[in-house]
């Protein structure tokens, strides 16, 4: 069963005991485009206490609010009561909600696009906010007055500018007015909500048009302080070069392309992101240039393509080459590392070091800093291809001790 039948099933069950349930949102908007939807939402004039009692396994998480996820055929199907919601005293969370009825539940949503219902069983569209208009039209326009809407909930500026890259949509000029105006108040909603919606328009492949929006409507700013505009600026080139599909670090790495690592590091904690997330970035953004170096060093390169994001620090350094003026020939050092790389063939990365530290003590080294320092030379000369066995290995570090000796004496 798709997603889709099983949210079918869900609305016939429903309305089989009488209550009107549809289709609703995200998933309309995405069949009269023709798109894949990401997920069927169902929207019901139900009460969340009969959501419950009509279907064997529910999780009602959401209940409170109206929304109850149905269990079955091993898919999620979020069922939520038709509802207004009001009061929203702080422009992120509604102060109360309260059942309604269709037309009053399509009014609360964001944008026109998003604020229709489908019904299955008469294969008719449900259209209280003009949304098909505005589909034909290709424009994001928020349900009702812009300015009231997002004061409401500042997050929708930055949902304007997801759903506008995602569909490739015009932002309507008077919610657009409205997010230039009001960019100010992201601030006030939480780095987790920024980041979801930062990450639906950076790995979008339309993802410069995104952030040329981000930057002209003054959320770019807002989100990111500490960064040079003109840096910001100067990034969309970088990732207008990026390939299709990539990682939201990667993309966060193009968009932070031009600013210092130190910089970028500390803009990057106001999203929240995991630990592995901004080691990722970091990682990318600190090696930036190193892979331009015709001179690195066997050892050099073996250690760095053993890292496990060598592609995308390669991805990265490709777009921001291909950025430059003169494209072809800034990409000409990282085709003499790809023939580089290649001539090394399927060769270890990180081989087993040829002695290990108890070896050394016997050879004599002893435990602390030198045996460190010692430990690492050797291995990158392993790495070099210098040293071969373990036989070499001991002869060299012998005569590693008794320099060092000399030196110390
Ligand atoms: P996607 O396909 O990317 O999931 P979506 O339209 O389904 O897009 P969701 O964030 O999943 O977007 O939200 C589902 C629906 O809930 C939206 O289509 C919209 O009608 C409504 N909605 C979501 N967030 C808000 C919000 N902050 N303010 C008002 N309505 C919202
Ligand atoms: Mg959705």
């Given at each position: 069963?798709?997603?889709?039948?099983t949210a079918i099933k869900?609305?016939?069950?429903?309305?089989?005991?009488?209550?009107?349930?549809?289709?609703?949102?995200?998933?309309?908007?995405?069949?009269?485009?023709?798109?894949?939807?990401?997920?069927?939402?169902?929207?019901?004039?139900?009460?969340?206490?009969?959501?419950?009692?009509?279907?064997k396994r529910t999780l009602?998480?959401?209940?409170?609010?109206?929304?109850?996820?149905?269990?079955?055929?091993?898919?999620?199907?979020?069922?939520?009561?038709?509802?207004?919601?009001?009061?929203?005293?702080?422009?992120?969370?509604?102060?109360?909600?309260?059942?309604?009825?269709?037309?009053?539940?399509?009014?609360?949503?964001?944008?026109?696009?998003?604020?229709?219902?489908?019904?299955?069983?008469?294969?008719?569209?449900?259209?209280?906010?003009?949304?098909?208009?505005?589909?034909?039209?290709?424009?994001?326009?928020?349900?009702?007055?812009?300015?009231?809407?997002?004061?409401?909930?500042?997050?929708?500026?930055?949902?304007?500018?997801?759903?506008?890259?995602?569909?490739?949509?015009?932002?309507?000029?008077?919610?657009?007015?409205?997010?230039?105006r009001n960019a100010p108040?992201?601030?006030?909603?939480?780095?987790?909500?920024?980041?979801?919606?930062?990450?639906?328009?950076?790995?979008?492949?339309?993802?410069?048009?995104?952030?040329?929006?981000?930057?002209?409507?003054?959320?770019?700013?807002?989100?990111?302080?500490?960064?040079?505009?003109?840096?910001?600026?100067?990034?969309?080139?970088?990732?207008?070069?990026?390939?299709?599909?990539?990682?939201?670090?990667?993309?966060?790495?193009?968009?932070?392309?031009?600013?210092?690592?130190?910089?970028?590091?500390?803009?990057?904690?106001?999203?929240?992101?995991?630990?592995?997330?901004?080691?990722?970035?970091?990682?990318?953004?600190?090696?930036?240039?190193?892979?331009?170096?015709?001179?690195?060093?066997?050892?050099?390169?073996?250690?760095?393509?053993?890292?496990?994001?060598?592609?995308?620090?390669?991805?990265?350094?490709?777009?921001?080459?291909?950025?430059?003026?003169?494209?072809?020939?800034?990409?000409?050092?990282?085709?003499?590392?790809?023939?580089?790389?290649?001539?090394?063939?399927?060769?270890?990365?990180?081989?087993?070091?040829?002695?290990?530290?108890?070896?050394?003590?016997?050879?004599?080294?002893?435990?602390?800093?030198?045996?460190?320092?010692?430990?690492?030379?050797?291995?990158?000369?392993?790495?070099?291809?210098?040293?071969?066995?373990?036989?070499?290995?001991?002869?060299?570090?012998?005569?590693?001790?008794?320099?060092?000796?000399?030196?110390?004496?």
């Amino acid at each position: 069963m798709t997603n889709r039948q099983t949210a079918i099933k869900v609305i016939k069950q429903l309305h089989h005991n009488g209550f009107q349930a549809l289709m609703a949102g995200g998933c309309v908007r995405d069949m009269l485009l023709g798109r894949r939807a990401k997920d069927y939402d169902v929207a019901t004039e139900a009460q969340p206490k009969d959501v419950i009692r009509l279907f064997k396994r529910t999780l009602k998480i959401g209940a409170k609010f109206g929304v109850v996820i149905v269990l079955t055929d091993e898919k999620q199907v979020e069922v939520a009561t038709f509802r207004t919601e009001t009061g929203y005293a702080d422009g992120r969370h509604p102060g109360s909600v309260e059942f309604s009825n269709a037309a009053e539940d399509a009014s609360r949503r964001d944008f026109t696009i998003n604020g229709m219902f489908y019904d299955p069983l008469q294969k008719e569209v449900i259209d209280y906010v003009d949304g098909q208009a505005d589909l034909k039209a290709r424009v994001v326009r928020t349900i009702g007055k812009p300015s009231e809407r997002f004061g409401e909930d500042y997050l929708r500026m930055l949902r304007a500018v997801r759903f506008s890259t995602q569909l490739g949509f015009e932002i309507e000029p008077e919610t657009w007015r409205a997010i230039r105006r009001n960019a100010p108040s992201i601030a006030r909603i939480s780095g987790e909500r920024i980041a979801t919606e930062l990450e639906g328009i950076l790995v979008n492949p339309n993802r410069a048009a995104g952030a040329s929006m981000l930057i002209a409507s003054g959320l770019a700013e807002t989100i990111f302080p500490a960064l040079p505009r003109a840096q910001v600026q100067s990034a969309v080139g970088i990732l207008r070069q990026l390939r299709k599909k990539v990682d939201y670090a990667l993309a966060l790495a193009g968009f932070f392309a031009r600013a210092e690592t130190d910089l970028t590091v500390q803009s990057c904690g106001i999203l929240k992101l995991s630990r592995n997330r901004n080691k990722h970035i970091k990682f990318l953004l600190a090696n930036r240039s190193r892979l331009l170096d015709d001179e690195m060093s066997l050892a050099q390169l073996k250690k760095i393509l053993a890292e496990p994001y060598f592609w995308d620090l390669y991805e990265l350094q490709r777009a921001i080459q291909k950025a430059k003026a003169d494209s072809r020939k800034g990409i000409a050092p990282l085709t003499r590392l790809r023939k580089r790389i290649r001539t090394l063939g399927d060769v270890e990365l990180q081989p087993k070091p040829l002695l290990n530290g108890h070896d050394l003590i016997r050879l004599g080294a002893v435990p602390g800093p030198g045996l460190g320092q010692l430990a690492e030379e050797m291995y990158i000369a392993q790495l070099e291809g210098t040293l071969r066995t373990a036989d070499q290995a001991g002869q060299w570090a012998k005569r590693w001790l008794q320099e060092h000796r000399a030196v110390e004496k």
